[in-house]
């Protein structure tokens, strides 16, 4: 059975940086799609960050240069890291992940808040 846990969502100030923490059981996150998604009240769920078994990044537009995914193997975690913070990046992140070669995120997170006051 596939967990994904998120810690690390909490009330910050514009500008402030936050890590976010995943961690997986279940699978292997060095053979595995992973990601990190946010979803804001009344908007839909969005891709922020996607890291592939291979390394291979990609990030959302808006979150170029301020963001970071990358992971622990060892620990079977992986992270987000979000830097200058702006009001616009409030929302539930979660995590998700998918094996080799499957198109669809397959699992999910329970997801944690994060709050950016102005």
């Known amino acids: 059975q596939v967990q994904l846990v998120e810690s690390g969502g909490r009330l910050v100030q514009a500008g402030d940086s936050l890590r976010l923490s995943c961690v997986a059981s279940?699978?292997?996150?060095?053979?595995?799609?992973m990601a990190w998604f946010r979803q804001a009240p009344g908007k839909e769920r969005e891709l922020v960050a996607a890291?592939?078994?291979?390394?291979?990044?990609s990030y959302l537009e808006s979150a170029k240069g301020r963001f970071v995914i990358d992971r622990d193997n060892a620990k079977n975690t992986v992270y987000l890291q979000m830097n200058n913070l702006k009001p616009e990046d409030t929302a539930v992140y979660y995590c998700?992940?998918?094996?080799?070669?499957?198109?669809?995120?397959?699992?999910w997170g329970q997801g944690t808040q994060v709050t950016v006051s102005s």
């Open positions: 998700a992940a998918r094996r080799r070669l499957t198109p669809r995120w397959e699992y």
């Open positions: 279940g699978l292997t996150i060095g053979n595995s799609g």
């Open positions: 890291i592939t078994g291979s390394g291979r990044t």
